[in-house]
Structures are given as C-alpha cells and as structure tokens.
Nanobody, 123 residues
Framework: QVPLVESGGGSVQSGGSLRLSCAAS????????MAWFRQAPGKEREGVAF???????KYADSVKGRFTISRDKPKKTLYLQMNSLKPEDTAMYYC?????????????????WGQGTQVTVSS
C-alpha cells in the first residue's frame, strides 16, 4: 500500500491558485514531520514547505507569503495552498514524511514519498 498519495495538481495561469492534498495511510502521519518538495525538469528536488506534529511550519524563501502548508489530523491529510502562482513554480510536487518532529530541509531526511502531482503555471 502506497503510504502517501498526492492530488490536486493541474494547469493554471500566472497569478492563479491551486490546493494540493496528500492522503497518508497506515501509521504515517501523527508523529511525523510532513513536507512538500518540488522538482522542475533538469533541477534538483527542493523543499518548499514543512510542518511538524505540533503545527510549526517553515517555508522556502521563494514561496513565503504565497504558499501555506497545513495538516488535518483526523483526516490524516496534508495540504499545500498555493496562491499568486508564477511560471517558476512549475514542477512536480511531492509529499514526504519523516519520523519525528524535526523537519530537515534535505530530501535525504525523509523516509516516505508520494508519487507526485504535476503543477504547471503558464504566463
């Protein structure tokens, strides 16, 4: 069973909004740091937003003020609200989970990954 499943990607024009969702299964969720990463063609996968089990969040400088990460514990679902989207936000977006409350920015820290959902922003 795939532990993390993303949804909500799509194509929007610059300035538009999207909300990504990540449904967690099994034991993954309550004691885990959850994060969103993204990877554009030819680029490294980079951390976008992070949230620990206490609700503390941090963001990449490139998305601060535009993106909001949140989690719904009863539904075991992670969200990423993306507003004021720019063409440079175009990428495959991945949900990730790491056991514990520390949210590292390095992708190597994360034990579980979803399959990704594509976000395309046109100018």
């Amino acid at each position: 069973q795939v532990p993390l499943v993303e949804s909500g990607g799509g194509s929007v024009q610059s300035g538009g909004s999207l909300r990504l969702s990540c449904a967690a299964s099994g034991d993954i969720y309550s004691s885990y740091c959850m994060a969103w990463f993204r990877q554009a063609p030819g680029k490294e996968r980079e951390g976008v937003a992070f949230i620990n089990s206490y609700g503390s969040t941090k963001y990449a400088d490139s998305v601060k003020g535009r993106f909001t990460i949140s989690r719904d514990k009863p539904k075991k679902t992670l969200y990423l609200q993306m507003n004021s989207l720019k063409p440079e936000d175009t990428a495959m977006y991945y949900c990730a989970a790491a056991l514990g409350d520390f949210c590292a920015v390095s992708r190597a820290w994360y034990n579980y990954w979803g399959q990704g959902t594509q976000v395309t922003v046109s100018s």
